[in-house]
């Protein structure tokens, strides 16, 4: 089964404007961390933001906020002010508390910022 | 400060021959990991060190593929008798330590293509 969806595998986003880029996860484990990663063409991984399970506010950092929906199983990264550097390969990942420290990663969304 | 290191950066092999790809992790850090990355792909789990130990090797896709790790620092990725699925960006990353926070810092990669 897959762990992690991301359904839309590009998206475009006026600069300056706000986007959303799904993810929806699926574990039985009850403690689980969640990443989104950053990969511009350049090929790097770049970290962005962490949401733990049992972490009880949504994750910021800058311009990154994560809409975390437990419940629902989703943690969705919400970008704001979009720049033209932000155009990249955007990766959701989880690891599972009890299945290792290994990443599991999303296939990933393609986001092009237009100026 | 530096970060994870990768080498070489690009290879490309004959089918049938033998690769060696290294990655030299973050200072400290002990915990490193491997992933591939097929083209237009996610990553896809390889094997994960906890110093010079290897607690989970089960995403190493046949027996042609080995890593080890020595004096909890270096670690070497062996690929023998490639084959053209094996053409892919190879990433390594190393973190802190296995806590529930685990950002893994990523290095450059080795992108390699097998003929």
């Known amino acids: 089964a897959q762990k992690i969806t991301q359904t839309q595998p590009g998206m475009f986003v006026q600069e300056k404007e706000a986007v959303t880029l799904d993810c929806t996860y699926d574990t039985s484990d009850p403690s689980y961390g969640l990443f989104w990663y950053k990969q511009p063409s350049s090929g790097e991984m770049i970290f962005l933001i962490y949401q733990g399970s049992y972490d009880q506010q949504n994750a910021t950092e800058g311009r990154y906020s994560l809409n975390f929906q437990k419940a629902r199983k989703s943690a969705n990264l919400v970008i704001s002010a979009s720049q033209l550097g932000d155009s990249a390969m955007y990766f959701c990942a989880m690891r599972e508390g009890r299945g290792g420290n290994k990443l599991v990663f999303g296939a990933g969304t393609i986001l092009r910022v237009k100026s | 400060g530096a970060g994870v290191s990768q080498s070489p950066s690009n290879k490309v092999t004959e089918k049938g021959k033998d690769v060696e790809l290294r990655c030299d992790p973050i200072?400290?850090?002990?915990?490193l990991y491997w992933y591939r990355q097929s083209l237009g792909q996610g990553l896809e789990f390889l094997i994960y060190?906890?110093?010079?130990?290897?607690?989970?090797k089960s995403g190493l896709p046949s027996d042609r593929f080995s890593a080890e790790r020595t004096g909890g620092s270096v670690s070497t990725l062996t690929i023998q008798r490639t084959q053209q699925e094996d053409s892919a960006v190879y990433l390594c990353a190393s973190s802190l330590d296995t806590g529930s926070y685990n950002e893994q810092f990523f290095g450059p990669g080795t992108r390699l293509t097998v003929l």
């Open positions: 060190f906890q110093g010079n130990s290897a607690p989970d």
């Open positions: 200072s400290g850090h002990t915990a």
